[in-house]
């Protein structure tokens, strides 16, 4: 079963930064949207952000996020690596959780449409984050 690899969580301490990556060895990201998703203790599963792909047409990528994300996220992706990031900025206890990324599971030219993790699929384990002083 193809999956994604996520990898950059840590104990950190809030008012840090964190870069989580998010790689596959089976297949070729720089082809699908890629999503990152988070699920807290006690939590639902949150949309945080997705990024679509530079084969949907246009030639490049597009960032969106999801409506509880503030400022302090960033996702990014470098081709020439294969490899989408999840930048997080000035992070606050309340960040604390499992990351996950996942690929759009739906044609290109609807991808990114919403950050529903229903429409994703090949998860990865996750990478975790805590936020501690």
């Known amino acids: 079963q193809v999956q994604l690899v996520e990898s950059g969580g840590g104990l950190v301490q809030p008012g840090q930064s964190l870069r989580l990556s998010c790689a596959a060895s089976?297949?070729?990201?720089?082809?699908?949207?890629i999503g990152w998703f988070r699920q807290a203790p006690g939590k639902e599963r949150e949309g945080l952000s997705c990024?679509?792909?530079?084969?949907?047409?246009?030639?490049?990528?597009?960032?969106f996020y999801g409506d509880s994300v503030k400022d302090r996220f960033t996702t990014s992706r470098d081709s020439a690596k294969d490899t989408v990031y999840l930048e997080i900025n000035n992070l606050k206890f309340e960040d604390t959780a499992i990351y996950y990324c996942?690929?759009?599971?739906?044609?290109?030219?609807?991808?990114?449409?919403?950050?529903?993790?229903?429409?994703?699929?090949?998860w990865g384990q996750g990478t975790q984050v805590t936020v501690s002083s």
């Open positions: 089976q297949f070729t990201l720089k082809y699908y949207a």
């Open positions: 996942a690929a759009d599971r739906r044609p290109l030219e609807f991808s990114c449409s919403s950050i529903r993790g229903e429409e994703f699929g090949s």
């Open positions: 990024i679509s792909s530079p084969s949907d047409g246009t030639g490049s990528s597009k960032a």
